[in-house]
């Protein structure tokens, strides 16, 4: 698991409310990442980060910020959190800081947006 | 725009049998491919990777071939075994932040 954790878990929430997810590393990479996942599309990227207050944005980015204030804690929000944003998503750390690194993921958090 | 997909959403295998898993990429300027397995209820596992200056290249019990001149992936699980049914994604690093873009994935299932 590389030292990943995600919380929370599994969350229910309604349209229209905030949402933050949690991504927590206990290795010190530089690298973090937000994917989604939704069947028929694979993983898709939403954020991602090369290091503290360093963030840029993927290919479904719309509706979510990052915040990164420390290496180890990679922070995803929802502002006002809609039906189409229900899915799993999913942290990876790199553990490369060149190109080609490898990703790997952390557990997954399963969001349901009401 | 650029994308990475697979021929085969489903794959049924039988138990000890060899698996071919492929996938094909758009992407001429991508230099790192990876392969990754997803089993119920968890997050992508690491399996084996690959750069564009290597066409083979062999892990325990897999190989991943690369063929640059029809921008196609393959992923070869020897004997498989119940325990090597998941979904398996392949995907492709062609910027920079190491980001990766994902196919869709392919269902391998192993049979008794």
């Known amino acids: 698991d590389a030292g990943i954790t995600q919380s929370p878990r599994h969350k229910v929430t309604e349209t229209g409310t905030p949402v933050t997810l949690r991504c927590h590393q206990t290795e010190n990479h530089r690298y973090m990442y937000w994917y989604r996942q939704d069947p028929g599309h694979g993983l898709r990227l939403i954020h991602y980060?090369?290091?503290?207050?360093?963030?840029d944005k993927g290919e479904v980015s719309d509706g979510y910020s990052v915040s990164r204030s420390k290496t180890e804690d990679f922070l995803l929000t929802l502002e006002s959190a809609t039906s189409s944003q229900t899915s799993v998503y999913f942290c990876a750390i790199s553990v490369s800081s060149g190109r080609g690194g490898e990703q790997f993921f952390g557990p997954g958090t399963r969001l349901t947006v009401l | 725009g650029e994308s990475v997909g697979l021929h085969l959403p489903t794959l049924s295998v039988q138990e000890g049998d060899n698996s071919i898993i492929n996938c094909a990429y758009s992407n001429s300027a991508s230099d790192y491919f990876i392969w990754y397995k997803q089993e119920s209820g968890k997050g992508p596992q690491f399996i084996i990777d690959?750069?564009?200056?290597?066409d083979k290249r062999q892990g325990q019990r897999v190989t991943v071939l690369l063929n640059k001149t029809v921008k196609h992936l393959s992923l070869q699980i020897a004997a498989t075994q119940p325990g090597d049914s998941a979904v398996y994604f392949c995907?492709?690093?062609?910027?920079?932040?190491?980001?990766?873009?994902f196919g869709t994935g392919t269902q391998l299932k192993v049979e008794l």
């Open positions: 980060s090369y290091g503290v207050k360093d963030t």
């Open positions: 690959i750069r564009s200056n290597m």
């Open positions: 995907a492709e690093n062609s910027g920079g932040g190491n980001k990766l873009t």
